[in-house]
């Protein structure tokens, strides 16, 4: 196994802790109605658009019958719908609600207006160093940009 660079690290791990406070300010208003668990699922089909539900599943790492009740329950309090596959009678899709929608839509807007405001207070001539550091660090996690999602596999 080749020697991970110690350089950095602590800068690296006290920046993921600042981050990680940023995610949970703007999940907590969401944590009210939904679990984080059931927010990512809300998340992946808002991002997706309707997904059948094994591949639902696969990329929550849970099985099919967990799934199940995770979208019975977002089914029952509007965040989610099932919908009928154009491609098959015998699958049903799951896509978000308008209310799912924007339920995502206002958890990252307060996640981006915090991080703008980080962003601000990064001297100007640090700030593309930041950014491409961040890029780098998102492309070694193989984290997609949301335009480069796809439900087949992005």
Do not use: C, K, Y
């Amino acid at each position: 196994m080749p020697h991970a660079p110690s350089e950095g690290i602590d800068e690296l791990l006290a920046a993921s802790r600042g981050l990680l406070g940023v995610v949970a300010r703007s999940l907590a208003p969401a944590l009210e109605h939904v679990t984080v668990p059931q927010f990512r699922l809300v998340v992946l089909v808002t991002t997706l658009g309707p997904t059948r539900s094994g591949d639902l599943a696969e990329r929550l790492a849970v099985v099919p019958s967990t799934l199940t009740r995770m979208v019975d329950r977002l089914v029952e309090d509007g965040w989610v719908e099932r919908l009928p596959s154009t491609e098959s009678r015998r699958e049903v899709l799951v896509g978000a609600t308008e209310r799912g929608r924007a339920l995502v839509a206002d958890v990252m807007d307060r996640r981006r207006v915090e991080i703008v405001g980080l962003l601000d207070a990064v001297p100007e001539d640090e700030r593309a160093s930041v950014v491409a550091g961040a890029a780098a660090l998102r492309r070694a996690m193989h984290e997609p940009l949301p335009e480069e999602i796809s439900a087949f596999g992005g």
